[in-house]
């Protein structure tokens, strides 16, 4: 009995010994350098990373198999040869050797096989334009080195773009490819069957207490037209950016005896009330306090009123108010809406201290992705007073009509892109009391050019001019039409709306208005960048007595969601001034 329990234990610390020493062999050798080591020559790029792939070699390491052993040579030919046939080398000389380091496997790939004959056919009642026009141009061009992973590809490509139009049963009734190694040719013999086209059948609305009416303004999909699943997709994302909706799912249901889809919209309004409160600061504004109160939802059809207060430059004595009650109305197309508003404002600027009531109507217009329109009829009233010499009650009506277009969809995260705004107004003496007759344009252009990955350059450029005799508009034009240059978003270095012409030493403000701006960044870290720039500018009367300010400075950007944050320093190039702090945020077109 004791023989044979010195028996077990002798086995049993034999077993304990030999893993252990195993366990240390393998705790020596780092876990990516565990196997065989290759050399490959007498090819390049991707033949060459294709090859490795199909090896599964990390680092030029092939891995030991599942049971720890090598992989053989005759598994590494094996493989190579896949991968060499993949990109169209079916004839390659491979010599496989052993070195001190490892494998050295030697290529000679020989002449490779090409496309010769390609015959892709529509077997439809009424082939889609979008099918005709993708197997119109094909990868596969003659002469040129086959390449699997591309028929494959654009196989799939075929496939998935029937689907998405409704061809929801479409397949292959034949998919051929013929590769004559003897003749280094490849053909392809491909007949496509549509089958039936779905159409739609329902749709369904749930979630929202919104009239369904509002949500086919921003929703183009019917009932009975043709399935198209892009159509969905924009509907989907229309409606999720419309504002009135915290989330939409859409879900659909094919029924493929009727050849049909039922759509359903699974829809969670947003909360009815919001309070918002604003607390803040800006070089030019200075301290800012606000609130605001918004009703998303007067009624089935998303009419909405926002009425809010602010209060800019605040100080201890005194402060601009801004109190406004605004009441939005959305149209039958999307993102397009009629706002009315009211609104009482006080302003302490260089001309003077104005009181000005407001009635303005605006109808504004999303034309496509990137065009924009607004048409604004405005009635307002101005009290203003000031040391110079200028009227101190006004009113006037002032229609006016705006162009906006962006080239980018999404300026907030744009690196690279452009946006024009163009406004035209215009005032007369049926329209106003004194009589101001004039005719104005404000145009304004950002751009910016992406030189890489980490270097851009900005340019911003406004143009404004007033067609009006120059002594009715130093004495009678409302304030809130007189040109003013210098500040955070104009010549920076410069006090806000410091440059202007002068009446009794007031700042009075100017007909015509022309600013400039030239700015390089870089993306030193992510989401900050470093920017060095120029402006210059200035608010003037006479365009043959043109003068520009100059400014230099540099800045510090952190880029968020909301637009980029800056913070900038700009010195004046024009007299003894110092150095000026310069905080603006919002996006850089």
């Known amino acids: 009995m004791n023989s044979l329990s010195n028996t077990r234990l002798f086995y049993s610390l034999l077993t304990v010994l030999m893993l252990t020493n195993t366990f240390e062999v393998l705790a020596a050798e780092p876990e990516a350098n565990r196997g065989t080591p290759i050399t490959i020559t007498g090819v390049e790029s991707a033949l060459k990373v294709n090859i490795l792939r199909s090896l599964s070699s990390h680092e030029n390491v092939i891995p030991l198999s599942i049971l720890g052993f090598p992989q053989s040579d005759n598994n590494i030919l094996t493989k190579t040869r896949s991968a060499l046939q993949a990109l169209g080398y079916y004839q390659p000389i491979l010599t496989l050797l052993d070195d001190k380091e490892g494998k050295n496997l030697n290529v000679d790939l020989q002449s490779p096989v090409r496309w010769n004959?390609?015959?892709?056919?529509?077997?439809?009642?009424?082939?889609?334009?979008?099918?005709?026009?993708?197997?119109?141009?094909?990868?596969?061009?003659?002469?040129?080195?086959?390449?699997?992973?591309?028929?494959?590809?654009?196989?799939?490509?075929?496939?998935?773009?029937?689907?998405?139009?409704?061809?929801?049963?479409?397949?292959?009734?034949r998919s051929t490819l013929s590769v004559d190694t003897e003749k280094l040719q490849a053909n392809v013999k491909w007949v496509f069957s549509c089958g039936e086209r779905y159409t739609i059948n329902k749709i369904i609305i749930e979630g929202t207490v919104l009239s369904h009416e509002l949500i086919n303004n921003y929703s183009t999909i019917r009932s009975g037209q043709n399935y198209n699943q892009s159509t969905i997709v924009t509907s989907q994302q229309t409606l999720n950016r419309s504002g009135f909706f915290k989330s939409v799912v859409v879900e659909q249901s094919i029924d493929h005896l009727t050849k049909t889809v039922d759509v359903n919209f699974s829809i969670i309004d947003t909360e009815k009330y919001e309070l918002k409160t604003l607390l803040g600061y800006g070089t030019d504004s200075g301290g800012k306090l606000g609130v605001s109160w918004t009703n998303r939802r007067v009624n089935n059809k998303a009419h909405q009123y926002v009425a809010a207060v602010d209060f800019n430059k605040v100080k201890l004595d005194k402060a601009d108010i801004h109190a406004t009650f605004q009441y939005q109305i959305p149209l039958d197309k999307e993102s397009s809406q009629w706002i009315n508003l009211v609104s009482y404002q006080v302003k302490n600027e260089e001309i003077g201290e104005s009181k000005i009531f407001t009635l303005e109507s605006v109808l504004a217009n999303k034309i496509d992705a990137h065009w924009s329109s607004q048409w604004s009829l405005v009635l307002a009233q101005e009290q203003l007073t000031s040391d110079a010499d200028v009227d101190?009650?006004?009113?006037?009506?002032?229609?006016?009509?705006?162009?906006?277009?962006?080239?980018?969809?999404?300026?907030?995260?744009?690196?690279?892109?452009?946006?024009?705004?163009?406004?035209?107004?215009?005032?007369?003496?049926?329209?106003?009391?004194?009589?101001?007759?004039?005719?104005?344009?404000?145009?304004?252009?950002?751009?910016?050019?992406?030189?890489?990955?980490?270097?851009?350059?900005?340019?911003?450029?406004?143009i404004g001019t007033t067609w009006m005799d120059t002594e009715d508009f130093n004495r009678s034009m409302p304030s809130n039409y007189r040109f003013f240059a210098g500040g955070d978003v104009s010549v920076r270095g410069y006090k806000h709306q410091s440059l202007s012409p002068l009446d009794d030493d007031v700042l009075i403000g100017g007909k015509h208005l022309f600013t400039s701006s030239l700015e390089i960044d870089y993306l030193f870290k992510e989401d900050f960048r470093w920017a060095i720039f120029t402006d210059q500018g200035n608010a003037f009367n006479d365009w043959r007595a043109l003068k520009l300010y100059k400014s230099v400075g540099t800045g510090l950007r952190w880029v968020t969601p909301i637009g980029a944050i800056r913070l900038d320093v700009a010195k004046a190039l024009d007299g003894d001034k110092g150095w000026r702090l310069h905080v603006t945020i919002g996006p850089d077109l």
């Open 117 to 173: 004959n390609v015959d892709i056919s529509l077997s439809c009642d009424n082939a889609p334009n979008e099918l005709s026009q993708l197997i119109a141009s094909p990868p596969f061009i003659k002469g040129k080195v086959i390449n699997h992973g591309d028929y494959s590809q654009f196989k799939s490509l075929l496939q998935q773009q029937a689907q998405s139009i409704g061809l929801l049963n479409s397949t292959f009734t």
């Open 392 to 462: 101190s009650s006004l009113e006037y009506i002032v229609p006016s009509w705006q162009l906006n277009y962006y080239s980018v969809t999404d300026p907030f995260s744009a690196t690279e892109g452009w946006r024009w705004q163009s406004v035209f107004r215009f005032s007369g003496e049926q329209l106003s009391d004194p009589n101001i007759t004039f005719l104005q344009t404000d145009q304004r252009l950002k751009r910016i050019w992406s030189i890489n990955s980490d270097w851009r350059l900005l340019m911003r450029a406004r």
